[in-house]
């Protein structure tokens, strides 16, 4: 069985919103196993591939109960690299098109350029965008996420646990959509105490990506800001947020994770007694419901955005060391979910 990964609402949400299988890819008896699916699935991976944890590794958890339960389902994978222009990058996707991949799932925002030259080339290929709007193709399927709501309950449980009334929030490139992340979190703190300080930071600018793949400089703006006063840091910022945890740890203060649970990361094993939650952006259930989908001939056309109402934001509980705040928390989520709070994605709104 799964940890606790959401609250009381997340769960119920989830459950009501997919089928167990494809959330946790258990028993033969599952609906995907009685459709008997042949076909082949794509992903292009962002930087590292299959095995990063985060996104990569949750794209990839989403389409693996189908390839366990059809035999007659392949997968085609290839990977980003750093120096790749959105030239190269199209012509990776024209390669899986052309080996006959259909659904292909694009893993990040930063294929949305190359994406948007080559949809128009394979129009009978359904495509699924994680992150991203902007390309309008009718074979194009956008998986969005309302990274403010996940982050406005961390940062809910930062100023409920913070003894100093001091909190930081770390972004690894400064995008509207990191952005989004920073304004939850604030929100979060300061629905709790509307006086607390919070502290932010960015890594680097658009369009410099270094700032989701540098945990020295994670490092020493996460110890900046404990110094400054700060006893828990958020990091949105991919790899930089490794650098978070190990200051977070030789301080003895709190780091919360972002994406998936961090604290199961086999990186993160020396820090996990500091991690004190991590925000949960379910990458896997909007991949699962959009390749489902497409393989069933449903026309995915559009934008899908995953809120907490629909089980695509979160918070985990690994480790116990928010259970005593668990109850205030979700008082806060309810909200979210009934619509009485409606979570900023401006930080300086």
């Known amino acids: 069985m799964q940890k606790k990964l959401l609250g009381r609402w997340g769960v119920i949400a989830l459950a009501a919103t997919l089928t167990a299988t494809v959330v946790t890819g258990c028993g033969s008896d599952s609906e995907e196993a009685s459709e008997n699916l042949t076909g082949t699935i794509g992903i292009a991976y962002s930087l590292g591939g299959r095995d990063v944890p985060g996104f990569n590794q949750l794209a990839y958890i989403g389409v693996e109960p189908l390839l366990a339960a059809n035999e007659g389902l392949e997968l085609i994978e290839s990977q980003d690299n750093p120096t790749a222009t959105d030239d190269q990058r199209a012509e990776r996707l024209r390669l899986m098109a052309q ?16 994406l948007a030259k080559v949809a128009p080339e394979f129009p009978d290929t359904t495509w699924g965008i994680v992150d991203d709007s902007s390309v309008t193709a009718p074979n194009v399927h956008s998986i ?23 909190v930081g929030f770390i972004g690894g490139v400064n995008t509207p959509l990191i952005a989004k992340f920073e304004a939850g979190f604030i929100a979060g703190a300061k629905a709790v105490n509307a006086g607390i300080k919070v502290q932010s930071t960015y890594i680097s600018n658009f369009p410099d990506f270094s700032g989701f793949n540098d945990p020295a400089k994670g490092y020493e703006a996460a110890k900046g800001m404990y110094e400054n006063g700060a006893d828990v840091v958020y990091a949105a910022a991919g790899g930089t947020g490794t650098g978070m945890h190990k200051a977070a740890s030789e301080l003895g203060k709190w780091s919360i994770g972002v994406d998936a649970d ?10 996990v007694t500091t991690i004190l939650t991590s925000m949960l952006k379910r990458v896997d259930v909007g991949v699962a419901a959009f390749v489902k989908d497409a393989l069933a001939g449903v026309d995915t056309a559009g934008v899908k955005t995953w809120g907490f109402a629909e089980g695509g934001v979160g918070y985990t509980t ?18 979210i979910a009934s619509g009485e709070v409606v979570v900023p994605t401006d930080p300086k709104a």
């Open 99 to 114: 080996k006959g991949a259909n659904p292909i799932v694009v893993v990040g925002f930063t294929y949305a350029a190359a």
């Open 144 to 166: 969005v996420f309302k990274e403010e709501e996940g982050s406005y309950l961390v940062g809910v449980a930062a100023a409920l646990k913070s003894k100093t009334n001091n």
């Open 262 to 271: 961090e604290a199961t990361y086999p990186a993160h094993a020396d820090y």
């Open 318 to 335: 690994t480790g116990g060391y928010i259970d005593d705040l668990t109850a205030q928390i979700e008082e806060y989520a309810a909200k």
